[in-house]
């Protein structure tokens, strides 16, 4: 036997005493459920007791080829039995049973994602003696059926639907609605059904140990049923649902899950007892407000099912049984903030009045909500304002800059349900998540419309841009996938009746009826539904955002310090420009000029490279000349002494000329249509040219600096550009621009050496002309391996560096960033083969190029600034590692991230103060 601890004892035995193996600190071995059910017990909390069995015994037993570990089987055994002990009862035991739920726990939240199985331990013999003991044959015949129900979908994979539909046969035949009110004597019936329906679709060569007298049979020994359940938890780490959601939320795959076996609480008990899901804060709003459900006498997946419909938690202290518990629940809230300094969400059972706590974990929430939590409980002196800016998500900001309904359009509601998530989507209903996916592939956004939704529509509404339910709470299965996915949702639509089959919705008291294609509206912050397409607007940055933003602007710049982590945007037009500067930016760190070509320019740039004719080229540069600076006044005037890093211009020519197939389409037609030979003759000129300029590998070729040295007229019009503009603005408006030149795609100290001669002599040429100081840097862009490697060599005529992450990770791959991501990457991934998408968050081999070069050029020039303007500049892991691991000064990224990096330079500053910086990737 190895000296590895497998299990873990926890909870209160039947005496009341507590055990306590493990804590909160031990999720990676417990999984977050087993470790806070551990911590629970710690604070004095009533759990029914139990153990649990660790995540690595799960990845042995998965990588071995679901073998179990040496010694591991024997080990559960003697926690089983000490677990009978510790309850003085038995499993399986004819007189006085003992019964216990099975339930999975990651170290990470994955909710709905694995299986559990409850009331394990119930036989044909033990339900007898629960009767005895109980004198209650409703519940134990409910439990039963129940049992059987979960074990054979969740460990045997029998169609959960044929029991459903058993159910809904017996319901109906006893005339009654609800399964609560069948009878003793009909449930005892469908324990016998169920057990056929078992028998009937559990192969015996499958599983040889269900064979009694030649026959497959439910098992009768649960000591069979507790292996057989928790091997079917270990397996269900790597079922389908699973592995999509640890890749949508970036949970590795060698984790595993631990599994708890406790002693079962009943909230079935009748009208004393009760279960329920709650928060201690509303995770929708952050509102301090209890919020959640529960349901009398029903066991826990009634209330996440959506079957019933729940009583809001608020009302559990107006039943009188169920009054004591009630304010032990609110006793307990106040406990597990106090303790976790966070708001929590919490799962139990009322069993007979006494309250017992299934589960807790910080909860998920809403971007919303998640910033009034943190703000408010700072106020409270719950947490300190570091704390707050650390807990966000970054990422979950961007659920506040998603759509909402704009207010100025006329919005008839079409049927309300649930607010469970906020943001609204416009799309084509669709009824299914294979119909989910397909409309996505094919770039037609819809809206899931489901019943209600379950685990395995996962893919459909990851696919969706919303997801809509007629029935399920807040706290149901879409509600709480959709908050975390940030997607907008609105639940509990009970007006809308769905037919998926025929594919078609009524919506009761109108005369509509939706059909799949049909456009709709959902916004998921009031819970409403619209027929057609609503316009949605953004939300603008204020309140809580804003105080947490400021907060974070308070730590990455922090007065005094030798590294403030500064935050740029890339734009380049004024109106760009202006949405950054509410978003916070601090300057512009890229100017795409190549943008500044497009639209009715592009006829110009055309003609200045076609044109042989030098009075041409000269008219098209002065034409150029006057629109580029006019842009740059614009650009400067909105940034008024502020930096704006302006790049010289960068793609291959071709990207502006047509497309040469296309061109011969056209020359084939008018050579057909029998057109002027002056005409053909000029066409077919062109059509050579075009070709002529064609490349192999354009990515590689004339673009970047080496432009400046074939078209020297190009670059230097827009060095004249931004220095006229810049003149002008100082000579005629007193304001103070801050253009900084930038020469893309360097690879020689060289070419730097040669260009800034020139662009110098051009600012030096516009400051004479206009009689003004012009201090206008010139730097480089580092996009080359070779550029990071000589940087010692090319910061000696460099003002600044700024690093172009796009192109240093194709060109440090070798991966070209135009196909990589669509033809390999995704298999690349897949395999393992990498990761995360080198595009996406920075490689450790692009991060290592960008580290050294800060450093070589810090060698060279002890205050050169270094910044990053690829779209790493925007996501949150590459800020942490560019800043803390690379040491660059500031990130650029798009408008609507910048908010996102804002508060992401704060928590790498943060990081970096508490020493715990490394990138293990
Ligand atoms: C880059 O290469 O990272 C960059 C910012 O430039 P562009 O994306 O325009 O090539
Ligand atoms: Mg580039």
Redesign the pocket.
């Known amino acids: 036997m190895s000296d590895t601890k497998r299990v873990y004892r926890f909870g209160s035995d039947a005496g009341g005493a507590d055990i306590t193996e493990g804590a909160s600190s031990m999720n990676y071995t417990l999984g977050g459920k087993g470790a806070n059910l551990a911590e629970m017990c710690r604070i004095g909390l009533p759990v029914p007791g139990g153990y649990t069995i660790t995540c690595q015994t799960c990845m042995e037993y998965s990588s071995a080829g679901n073998v179990w570990p040496e010694g591991a089987l024997a080990e559960i055994e003697e926690a089983t039995r000490d677990l009978e002990a510790r309850m003085g009862k038995r499993l399986g035991d004819p007189q006085d049973p003992l019964l216990v739920s099975v339930r999975s726990g990651a170290p990470f939240s994955m909710p709905g994602m694995m299986d559990t199985v409850l009331n394990l331990g119930l036989t044909d013999a033990s339900a007898e003696g629960l009767i005895a003991q109980t004198g209650a044959p409703h519940f134990v015949w409910d439990s039963y059926r129940r049992f059987i129900q979960m074990f054979s979908d969740v460990v045997m994979g029998v169609d959960g639907d044929l029991f459903e539909n058993a159910l809904t046969e017996k319901r109906l035949v006893a005339g009654v609605k609800t399964d609560a009110e069948l009878s003793a004597d009909e449930l005892h019936e469908l324990v016998g059904e169920f057990k056929r329906i078992f028998c009937e679709h559990v192969s015996g060569e499958e599983h040889p140990e269900l064979i009694q007298n030649g026959a497959v049979a439910f098992p009768q020994d649960p000591s069979i049923q507790l292996k057989l359940a928790i091997e079917a938890v270990f397996g269900s780490w790597m079922n389908e649902r699973a592995c999509i959601y640890r890749k949508a939320n970036g949970i590795p795959d060698d984790l595993g899950t631990a599994v708890n076996v406790q002693a079962m609480a009943y909230g079935n008990k009748g009208e004393t007892s009760a279960t329920g899901v709650a928060f201690t804060r509303n995770p929708a709003n952050g509102a301090r407000e209890r919020y959640g459900d529960f349901l009398v006498n029903a066991q826990g997946e009634d209330v996440v099912a959506g079957i019933r419909n729940t009583v809001p938690i608020q009302k559990l202290a107006e039943y009188p049984a169920l009054k004591q518990a009630a304010d032990d629940l609110e006793r307990i809230f106040q406990i597990l903030e106090n303790h976790f300094h966070d708001m929590c969400d919490i799962e139990f059972t009322i069993e007979q009045g006494k309250l017992w706590m299934l589960q807790t974990r910080v909860g998920k929430r809403t971007a919303t909500a998640a910033l009034r939590i943190a703000i408010e409980m700072v106020e409270e002196g719950l947490i300190d304002k570091e704390t707050a800016v650390r807990r966000i998500d970054p990422a979950q900001l961007d659920q506040l800059l998603h759509p909402q309904f704009d207010t100025s359009a006329k919005v008839e509601v079409l049927a309300r349900g649930l607010n469970a998530s906020p943001g609204a989507a416009v799309g084509e209903v669709v009824f299914s998540s294979d119909d989910a996916v397909a409309a996505a592939a094919e770039g037609r956004p819809c809206i899931l419309v489901r019943w209600e939704t379950n685990p395995d529509d996962l893919k459909g509404m990851v696919a969706a841009e919303g997801i809509l339910t007629s029935h399920g709470g807040k706290t149901s299965h879409a509600a709480v996938i959709a908050r975390g996915m940030g997607a907008p949702c609105v639940c509990g639509v009970e007006a809308i009746h769905i037919d998926a089959a025929a594919k078609e919705a009524r919506v009761a008291g109108t005369d509509v009826v939706l059909h799949e294609g049909d456009i709709i509206s959902i916004d998921g912050t009031q819970g409403i539904v619209v027929l057609g397409a609503v316009p949605l607007v953004s939300v603008e940055l204020t309140g809580d955002l804003e105080t947490i933003l400021t907060w974070a602007d308070e730590i990455r710049l922090e007065a005094g310090s030798t590294h403030p982590y500064h935050v740029r945007v890339n734009a380049d037009n004024p109106e760009d420009a202006e949405l950054a500067l509410g978003f916070g930016a601090e300057a512009i760190g890229?100017c795409?000029t190549e943008h500044m070509f497009l639209g009715d320019r592009k006829q110009l740039i055309q003609d200045f490279i076609l044109s042989d004719d030098t009075r041409v080229r000269e008219d098209v540069l002065a034409r150029l000349l006057a629109v580029q600076t006019e842009d740059f006044l614009k650009m400067f005037r909105v940034m008024d002494n502020r930096e704006v890093v302006v790049r010289l211009i960068?793609p291959p020519l071709h990207e502006f000329l047509d497309a040469p197939r296309e061109l011969e389409v056209y020359l084939t037609k008018r050579e057909a249509a029998g057109a002027p030979e002056e005409e053909l003759a000029g066409l077919r000129a062109r059509l050579r040219r075009i070709d002529g300029m064609a490349e192999m590998n354009p990515m590689l070729g004339l673009r970047g600096v080496r432009l400046s040295f074939v078209f020297p007229e190009l670059p230097l019009m827009q060095v004249r550009a931004v220095a006229s503009a810049a003149a002008a603005l100082i000579r005629d408006e007193g304001l103070v621009p801050k253009p900084e030149v930038m020469v893309p795609l360097v690879a020689l100290a060289s070419e730097q050496v040669q260009m800034r001669a020139v662009c110098e002599q051009v600012i030096d040429e516009v400051a004479g002309e206009y009689g003004v100081a012009l201090d206008i840097p010139v730097g480089t862009m580092l996009?080359l391996p070779r550029a990071c490697i000589t940087a010692d060599e090319i910061a000696q005529d460099a003002d600044f560096f700024c690093f172009?992450?796009?192109?240093?990770t194709q060109t440090t791959f070798g991966f070209s960033r135009d196909d990589a991501e669509s033809k390999f990457i995704p298999i690349y991934l897949h395999k393992k083969l990498l990761d995360v998408n080198p595009f996406e968050t920075i490689d450790k081999g692009v991060l290592e190029l960008v580290r050294m070069a800060v450093e070589k050029g810090r060698s060279v020039k002890a205050d050169m600034h270094n910044g990053v303007?690829?779209?790493h500049g925007g996501d949150p892991a590459s800020i942490k590692a560019l800043f803390n691991v690379a040491g660059v000064d500031y990130v650029s990224c798009s408008p609507y991230r910048v908010p996102i990096a804002r508060l992401a330079a704060a928590q790498a500053k943060l990081e970096a103060e508490a020493g715990a910086v490394h990138l293990d990737r």
């Open positions: 890229l795409r960068d996009e172009g992450t796009n192109d240093l303007c690829g779209e």
